[in-house]
């Protein structure tokens, strides 16, 4: 997990464990408001993410898609990891855009996501995978509470749009 160096393992552990467990993975995946997208090599899980398909609730959130021209319904970017093992292999930028393809195929025309204002390095190959920031919000690990960038793609229509997506898992590179 990519955490601020002030959060405590402690904190960090509690996140994922409320986040990221497999009792919340299965909610997610039978959750009709989430996808869960894996990349997989030679039945190795290499990366993950998970689209959230629900409309935020959170006011900082739908400010910051409203400045990012953010057209509606759009889907969230979420839980976007990559093992270090496949850091450079281009393999994040295939995840991203088989999140994006997922999205617009079940007629979202936008993919939002947040970032840690300090994470340059993820903000960088989300502006090279088309986001730009367009606000932010709060978001809190353990005692500690981060100002998020908020940043938002345009999507294209999938020619099949509405016609929806696989349940489970899209696997990169394995196509």
């Not at 959750?31 to 899980?45: Q, S, T």
């Not at 502006?127 to 353990?142: E, L, M």
């Not at 100002?147 to 294209?156: A, G, T, W």
């Amino acid at each position: 997990m990519a955490c601020p160096p002030e959060v405590t393992p402690e904190d960090s552990t509690a996140f994922v464990t409320e986040n990221l467990s497999a009792e919340r993975f299965a909610a997610y995946l039978n959750d009709e408001k989430a996808l869960v997208l894996a990349a997989r090599d030679a039945g190795r899980l290499l990366g993950y993410c998970l689209l959230v398909l629900a409309a935020p609730s959170d006011p900082e959130v739908l400010e910051a898609l409203d400045q990012g021209r953010a057209v509606r319904p759009s889907a969230e970017l979420n839980k976007f990891y990559l093992h270090p093992d496949a850091h450079g292999s281009g393999l994040a930028g295939q995840l991203v855009e088989a999140a994006a393809g997922a999205a617009a195929s079940v007629g979202a025309r936008s993919m939002w996501l947040g970032v840690n204002n300090r994470n340059v390095r993820a903000q960088s190959f989300y502006r090279k995978s088309g986001f730009q920031t367009s606000g932010r919000r709060s978001f809190r690990v353990g005692s500690h509470t981060f100002r998020d960038l908020i940043m938002v793609r345009q999507l294209v229509a999938a020619p099949d749009a509405g016609a929806g997506a696989v349940r489970g898992a899209a696997r990169p590179g394995e196509q």
